[in-house]
C-alpha cells in the first residue's frame, strides 16, 4: 500500500559523474570547516590506486589526511572500535569512506558512534539514531549496495556474528561522489553481484510495503537500467556507458530502498553473509529467484511492473505472464551470470542445516519480512534456504 506522505531523507551533496572525486576538497568547504579528515578504507583500495586517487585529490588543495586501511568485509563492531581509536588519536574532524559497501559502512558507523553509543545492541532495530554524526562522505567504487545515499549500517557483533541493521537519518552520508570511474577495473564476479544487489534493491524497494510514489520512481529507474546494462558490462568491463549507468542505478537504488525498505532477499540474505561470509550481493542473487517466486501471488501487478522495467517482460504481456517472465528471468541471470547455489558456493551441509533455525529467527528480527508483500512464518524461511541450497539458477 502507498504511504501518502513520505519524508525523503539524502545526502546534501551528490557529486555525480565521470572524475568527480576531483570535486572532493569543493564538497568539504561547502559542508563547513574541515581540516583534517580520515579516509576509512581497507587494503585492496589502497593497492587498486583508489585511495591515492582520493588523496591526491585533497593534496591537491592543501589538505592533509589520515588513512584508516583495516576494515574487513561483513564489518564488525571491532573494527569500528579501532578506527574511532584512531579518529580520536588524530582529532580528525570528518570521515571519508572509500570502497565497496563494508568501508562505506565502516565509516558511517565510526562517524555516529563517535558521538553516540559504542555499545552495537543499542543500535538493533527499532532503535533509531536521526541527529547528525561526524560529517561523513561516501565515495563508492562499486556500482552496488547503494550505501552511499542509505540511512542504514550493516555492522556484525564480533562474538556472536549477529548482523545488526543500525538506521536514522544519523547513517545518510554528509555527502556522497559517484564516479564510475573507480568501477572500470572490477572483475566479472564483482560486476554481476554488485547489479544483482543494486537490482534487488530496485526489485524491494517497488514491492515493499512502505513504498512511496518518490521511491518507485527511484526503483523502476533503478531496474530499467541493470536490465538494459548489467549483461554489456559483464560482457566487457571497459564498456564506459554501462559502467556508467550501473552506477547511478546503485545510486537511484540505494534512494528507493532507504526511503522504503528492503524485504525478504535482505531479511534472508544477512545471516548467509554473518555466519558463511557468503558476499552480500552474491547472496542476495542466490535467493532472489525463490523468494520472489515465493512472493509472486501477493503483489502480482507490482512485479509485473518489475518484470517489464528489467525488460524480462513487454508492455503487451498482462500482469500474471509479466510476472512470471520476471522469476524466469532471475532464474536466467543467475544462470547467465555464473551465481552458484549455497552448495556450489562451499558451505559444509551440515553446519548450514543447523544454521537454519538461527538463520531463520535473524531475518524475522530484521522486521523486514513483515514488509514483504507475501509474510512469511519461521518454517517457510527454512524451507526457502532448503530451496536456495542447491538451486541457483
Ligand atoms: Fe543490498
Redesign the pocket.
Known amino acids: 500500500m502507498m504511504r501518502k506522505t513520505v519524508r525523503v531523507c539524502t545526502p546534501r551533496y551528490l557529486q555525480i559523474g565521470e572524475g568527480s572525486v576531483s570535486c572532493l576538497p569543493d564538497i568539504l568547504s561547502a559542508i563547513g570547516k574541515i581540516s583534517s579528515p580520515l579516509i576509512i578504507t581497507d587494503k585492496t583500495m589502497v593497492e587498486l590506486g583508489h585511495v591515492a586517487k582520493v588523496q591526491s585529490a585533497l593534496i591537491n588543495q592543501g589538505i592533509a589526511c589520515g588513512i584508516f586501511d583495516e576494515t574487513v568485509p561483513d564489518p564488525t563492531d571491532e573494527v569500528v572500535l579501532a578506527a574511532l581509536s584512531k579518529l580520536e588519536a588524530g582529532k580528525h574532524d570528518c570521515v571519508i569512506g572509500v570502497g565497496g559497501?563494508s568501508p562505506i559502512d565502516t565509516a558511517k558507523a565510526v562517524a555516529v558512534m563517535s558521538r553516540y553509543s559504542r555499545d552495537i545492541f543499542d543500535y538493533r532495530p527499532p532503535a533509531e539514531f536521526n541527529e547528525p554524526g561526524l560529517p561523513m562522505i561516501a565515495v563508492p567504487t562499486t556500482a552496488?549496495?547503494?550505501s552511499e545515499v542509505t540511512h542504514h549500517t550493516v555492522l556484525v557483533h564480533a562474538a556472536t556474528r549477529e548482523k545488526i541493521s543500525c538506521r536514522g537519518e544519523a547513517f545518510v552520508p554528509t555527502a556522497a561522489i559517484v564516479d564510475y570511474d573507480f568501477t572500470l577495473s572490477k572483475p566479472k564476479r564483482l560486476t554481476a553481484d554488485n547489479a544483482l544487489?543494486t537490482l534487488?534493491?530496485g526489485i524491494e524497494a517497488y514491492i515493499s510495503q512502505k513504498r512511496s510514489m518518490y521511491s518507485d520512481r527511484m526503483a523502476l529507474d533503478c531496474m530499467r537500467l541493470v536490465g538494459k546494462l548489467l549483461d554489456r558490462a559483464y560482457a566487457d568491463g571497459g564498456d564506459r556507458e554501462a559502467r556508467e549507468g550501473l552506477m547511478f542505478a546503485a545510486t537511484l537504488g540505494g534512494l528507493a530502498f532507504s526511503n522504503a525498505s528492503?524485504c525478504l532477499v535482505?531479511a534472508m540474505?544477512r545471516p548467509l553473509g554473518g555466519l558463511f561470509h557468503v558476499p552480500?550481493?552474491l547472496s542476495?542473487a542466490m535467493l532472489l529467484p525463490m523468494v520472489t517466486e515465493f512472493s509472486l501471488e501477493s503483489a502480482t501487478p507490482r512485479y509485473a511492473d518489475c518484470g517489464r522495467a528489467i525488460g524480462f517482460a513487454s508492455t503487451g504481456d498482462d500482469d500474471q505472464t509479466a510476472a512470471r517472465k520476471l522469476v524466469q528471468g532471475l532464474y536466467a541471470y543467475n544462470k547467465n551470470l555464473e551465481v552458484p547455489s549455497i552448495e556450489a558456493f562451499g558451505i559444509d551441509r551440515r553446519e548450514f542445516e543447523n544454521a537454519l533455525g538461527q538463520m531463520a529467527e535473524d531475518a524475522l528480527r530484521s522486521g523486514a519480512p513483515n514488509l514483504n508483500p507475501r509474510v512469511p512464518t519461521k518454517d517457510e524461511i527454512i524451507d526457502l534456504y532448503r530451496q536456495a541450497w542447491s538451486t541457483a539458477s
Do not use: E, L, P, V
Open positions: 559497501g552496488g549496495t547503494g544487489d534487488t534493491h528492503i535482505h540474505s552480500h550481493g542476495n
